[in-house]
Antibody, heavy 115, light 107 residues
Framework: EVQLVESGGGLVQPGRSMKLSCAAS????????MAWVRQAPTKGLEWVATISYDGSSTYYRDSVKGRFTISRDNAKSTLYLQMNSLRSEDTATYYCTRAGSSDYWGQGVMVTVSS | DIQMTQSPSSLPASLGDRVTITCRAS??????LRWFQQKPGKSPRLMIYGATNLAAGVPSRFSGSRSGSDYSLTINSLESEDMAIYYC?????????FGSGTKLEIK
């Protein structure tokens, strides 16, 4: 059974950093590009970043470029999102998903940026 | 960025109705269009991929179609479990962009 389990969220002050993880199981993680998608409270879905299957290519939405870094450890079947210089507008539930197919999603992890 | 204009934003409907939700792409996206269903407090669920292909496990009352730059999700014979928010997503080019969502609710 395919599973994606996010962790690492919580409350963080503006300007600080946070790192999210997404542990994958039930499929060959190293064969799939992966993505992070977020959803602000009561708002719609918003793509954040994508990483290729081998980590050689990454893509970001403009509003997080230079602040967020997507990475992966294929040996650990884990996806990461390092978030620096956090802003209130980054407050959202963050989901990881298989980028090429969007067929599996994690349960989401809440990130709240507030003083 | 490619804009996905989704309509309507809210769709009251009765059980057994046939409903259609539409997304219009601001640029050519070919068939790189997916539809998702999201229920309160849950993760999105893939319903349609490649504009017209039913995802695994999705009931056959759901279907997707394309007419030019307009992409539609149709649900035949609505059931109570279909009440949710539906989003389209274009993934033809970066950044992938979602429609604003359609809340399907019981009339």
């Amino acid at each position: 059974e395919v599973q994606l389990v996010e962790s690492g969220g919580g409350l963080v002050q503006p300007g600080r950093s946070m790192k999210l993880s997404c542990a994958a199981s039930g499929f060959t993680f190293s064969n799939y590009g992966m993505a992070w998608v977020r959803q602000a409270p009561t708002k719609g879905l918003e793509w954040v970043a994508t990483i290729s299957y081998d980590g050689s290519s990454t893509y970001y939405r403009d509003s997080v470029k230079g602040r967020f870094t997507i990475s992966r450890d294929n040996a650990k079947s884990t996806l990461y999102l390092q978030m620096n210089s956090l802003r209130s507008e980054d407050t959202a539930t963050y989901y990881c998903t298989r980028a090429g197919s969007s067929d599996y999603w994690g349960q989401g992890v809440m990130v709240t940026v507030s003083s | 960025d490619i804009q996905m204009t989704q309509s309507p934003s809210s769709l009251p409907a009765s059980l057994g109705d046939r409903v259609t939700i539409t997304c219009r792409a601001s640029q050519d996206i070919g068939n790189y269009l997916r539809w998702f269903q999201q229920k309160p407090g849950k993760s999105p669920r893939l319903m349609i991929y490649g504009a017209t292909n039913l995802a695994a496990g999705v009931p056959s009352r759901f279907s997707g179609s394309r007419s030019g730059s307009d992409y539609s999700l149709t649900i035949n014979s609505l059931e109570s479990e279909d009440m949710a928010i539906y989003y389209c997503l274009q993934h033809n080019e970066y950044p992938p962009t979602f429609g604003s969502g359609t809340k399907l609710e019981i009339k």
